[in-house]
């Protein structure tokens, strides 16, 4: 009975070891089928990040991004006036589908579909909500950026103070054919992010 116990004990031990090399070798081999994906059909997205209200992006080792797409005017898209016959119970919290098209060399907002487009288009899927006000509110999961710990307090003094007035952040996405994205890199300026900092930190070390 004993012997019986200890080979149960094994072989659960065993399965829980086996678990935690599978899930993260898993988790890496969806990325990189996202990243081929988006590399055979283009699908590379550059959004324009946008301050917060007040401003406080840093929560711990990751950056709290906003983004340019996430707020748009029924108004002004194509499918507005089927979206508001929808309704705000019906679309709240539901995926949606983010038809983007290029405004110089970042990606903006075409329409906004309930059902997935064909895949030839360029899109994202997102949570929606819809207010009173007409106002559709979109909802990604990759903003949070997340940064080596010993730049953090460098990155957020940054944006603190330089943000509004003199600052372009913006964040590379891959995309695959089901609009699911993958972070590529954040840029400052045109500069990645933490060569960016890393630059400020040298400069402050020389002062």
């Known amino acids: 009975m004993a012997d019986l116990k200890k080979r149960t004990i094994g072989i659960i031990f065993a399965i829980v070891c086996l678990l935690q090399i599978a899930i993260p070798l898993a988790i890496v ?9 988006a590399d055979i059909n283009n ?9 917060r209200d007040p401003i406080d992006f840093l929560r711990g080792r990751f950056i709290d991004l906003r983004f340019d797409i996430e707020q748009v005017s029924l108004e002004n898209l194509p499918s507005g006036k089927s979206l508001e016959l929808t309704g705000t119970k019906n679309l ?22 309930p059902g997935m487009p064909p895949n030839s288009a360029l899109f994202l899927r997102a ?17 949070r950026y997340y940064i080596q710990e010993n730049f953090a307090i460098a990155a957020d003094n940054l944006l603190r103070a330089d943000w509004k007035d003199t600052l372009s952040l913006v964040l590379t996405v891959a995309a695959d054919s089901t609009g699911n994205a993958l972070q590529k890199k954040l840029e400052l300026n045109g500069v990645l992010m933490e060569d960016y900092i890393k630059k400020e930190i040298d400069a402050d070390g020389a002062d």
Do not use: H, M
């Not at 949570?127 to 903003?143: C, Q």
């Open 29 to 37: 081999f969806s990325a990189e089928q996202l990243t081929r994906d």
């Open 43 to 51: 699908r590379f997205i550059r959004l324009l990040c946008v301050p």
């Open 92 to 113: 709240n919290d539901k995926d949606v589908y983010v038809l983007l098209k290029r405004e110089g060399d970042l990606n903006v907002i075409e329409d906004v579909v």
């Open 127 to 143: 949570k929606a909500s819809l207010w009173n006000d007409g106002i559709l509110s979109l909802k990604y999961d990759f903003n």
